[in-house]
Structure formats: C-alpha cells, structure tokens
T-cell receptor
Framework: GQQVMQIPQYQHVQEGEDFTTYCNSS?????IQWYKQRPGGHPVFLIQ?????EVKKQKRLTFQFGEAKKNSSLHITATQTTDVGTYFC???????????FGKGNQVVVIP | DGGITQSPKYLFRKEGQNVTLSCEQN?????MYWYRQDPGQGLRLIYY???????QKGDIAEGYSVSREKKESFPLTVTSAQKNPTAFYLC?????????????FGPGTRLTVT
C-alpha cells in the first residue's frame, strides 16, 4: 500500500510567492529523494537527503529531511513559471530496497 | 534523455492484443524499472530488475511480463489479461538496485487500448 503521502496534491501559486510541499511516511526512511515532472514530461531527479535533520538548498529550492526521518519538505521561494510541474518525493523504507513514490504535488503557477 | 530511450512515444492497440514496450539504456546501469502512471496516482512499480536474467514483481505486476536478457534492455509486455492497460508507462534505471541511487527516467510511452 501507499507508504509515502504527499500534501497537498494540488497547488495554485501566484508568481513571485513562496510555497511548500510536504512528504510524510508511516515508517522510518533510510533516505528521501525528490523528483520533478514537467507537464508532458518524465520525472527528473532533483536531490537526495540521507541524514536526520538534513537541509539542502538548490538556488530557490530548500529541501529538508525530518529529525525522525519520516517526513520531508520542499520549499520554493519567489515562484517562477518554470516551477510548474508535479513534484514527487520517494523514500526507501528501512530494510526495503524499493523506492516508494508519493502521489505527487501538482503545482500550477499563476502569472 | 539521460541515456534511456523508450519507443514508441504513443501506442494504440485494440483490446485483447498483447503489446510490448521497448526500453533501452546506455548508462551501464545494473538496475531497471517499469512504472505505470495514471492521473493522480503517482508512480506505481510494475516490475524491476537488478541484474541480467533476474527480475522481481512490483506492486502491480498482474497482467504484465518482462524479460532482462541484456543489461541494456528491459522490455515490458502488456498482456490481454491487464484489465485497464491505458496509461503512461515509464522506464527507469539506476546504477545499482540499492537505496542510495537516483533513478533516471525515459521519456515514457503513452498506451491507449480501445
């Protein structure tokens, strides 16, 4: 069953504003990965977090892995039209070598 | 893109026919995966292979079959037993099948069965 949950499932964001998308797991994860899928495209790897409490930044994107390694977040500042797409988190539950994807957060940017 | 090719991009079939989707990678990756994507459902794992001549069922393997005769190739057959085959199919690969490796996705094949 679904082990990784993402909220919200849809977001409409005004260009220039900030937004956050969340990823929660019922079990402890060995790591978390984030992917972005543009409309009509395929998922592209963004980043991987491994350590408890880890924070990584990529320009306007900030990724965080929770202390308990059960949740993660992606925060985007000063949203641009190029940020449109679906953001997926994917985690590896401990003892399981299969990646469990969330259902994604579809982001629409309003110019 | 990313050294993984899937063909064709769009595929149309009549109900009751088997169809095989191609996936080839030149990344020298050991692990390969097939996912199915439906609107609002995220990515669901169909089959995966960590080494040549070996593969395992994913979460929704019923009605599908795969083979891994070569490291570079991991074709997926959608059989007539698959009750709702219309979907977007994505192939992916990673360096190894372990937990620390990012997956590289192909451009996908959109299958429509009528």
């Amino acid at each position: 069953g679904q082990q990784v949950m993402q909220i919200p499932q849809y977001q409409h964001v005004q260009e220039g504003e900030d937004f956050t998308t969340y990823c929660n797991s019922s079990t402890t994860l060995s790591n978390i990965q984030w992917y972005k899928q543009r409309p009509g495209g395929h998922p592209v790897f963004l980043i991987q977090l491994v350590k408890s409490g880890e924070v990584k930044k990529q320009k306007r994107l900030t990724f965080q892995f929770g202390e308990a390694k059960k949740n993660s977040s992606l925060h985007i500042t000063a949203t641009q039209t190029t940020d449109v797409g679906t953001y997926f988190c994917a985690g590896h539950p401990w003892g399981n070598n299969r990646l469990a994807f969330g259902k994604g957060n579809q982001v629409v940017v309003i110019p | 893109d990313g050294g993984i090719t899937q063909s064709p991009k769009y595929l149309f079939r009549k109900e009751g026919q088997n169809v095989t989707l191609s996936c080839e990678q030149n990344l020298n990756h050991d692990a390969m995966y097939w996912y199915r994507q439906d609107p609002g459902q995220g990515l669901r794992l169909i089959y995966y292979s960590q080494i040549v001549n070996d593969f395992q069922k994913g979460d929704i393997a019923e009605g599908y079959s795969v083979s891994r005769e070569k490291k570079e190739s991991f074709p997926l057959t959608v059989t007539s037993a698959q009750k709702n085959p219309t979907a977007f199919y994505l192939c992916a690969s990673s360096a190894l099948g372990g937990v620390d490796y990012e997956q590289y996705f192909g451009p996908g094949t959109r299958l429509t069965v009528t």
